[in-house]
């Protein structure tokens, strides 16, 4: 199959095609005589698990290290630890989204919580302060948090 029949099929651009292919994701495409792009039968199945993996979560390394050369010998024991490995991150990154949900649920309860005659200065002055005293979670990264310092 041509590239452009790959990509209208696919729905993917051409050009994107051709990144997955330098970053090692599909296998080199034979040439044409005329210097085409021929993919084989199953650059379409690949390019659907790339993006679906990808629209998992998943980085190109990661995808990298699971697709096998030949769809038909996945790499057991390896797919199953990087899937596992997935999982846990999400667990975290969830658990660091219900703190956030948290934190920014009480800022808006501080901001809601005017005193009589406070106006929204005041208001802002009051729960700036409040937050100065409370100290800050490292952000994550992957899914990590980084280490402070």
């Given at each position: ?6 990509a ?21 495409a ?8 021929e993919?084989g039968?199953?650059?379409?199945t690949?390019?659907?698990?790339i993006?679906r ?14 697709l096998?050369?030949d ?11 990087v899937?596992?490995r997935k999982?846990?991150e ?8 219900a ?30 302060t ?8 490292p952000?994550?990264t ?8």
């Amino acid at each position: 199959m041509k590239i452009g029949d790959l990509a209208k099929v696919s729905g993917l651009a051409a050009s994107k095609i051709r990144f997955y292919e330098a970053q090692g994701l599909l296998p080199d495409a034979q040439r044409q005589s005329n210097g085409y792009r021929e993919y084989g039968d199953d650059a379409l199945t690949r390019l659907d698990i790339i993006r679906r993996a990808q629209n998992a979560g998943f980085s190109l390394d990661e995808i990298r290290s699971i697709l096998p050369p030949d769809l038909s010998a996945w790499p057991h024991d390896t797919l199953l630890e990087v899937l596992r490995r997935k999982v846990t991150e999400i667990e975290r990154l969830e658990q660091s989204l219900a703190q956030s949900k948290h934190n920014i649920s009480a800022l808006i309860d501080a901001i809601e919580q005017r005193g009589e005659g406070e106006g929204c200065g005041e208001a802002a002055q009051r729960v700036l302060t409040s937050l100065r005293n409370t100290p800050v979670d490292p952000p994550l990264t992957n899914g990590r948090a980084r280490k402070r310092g």
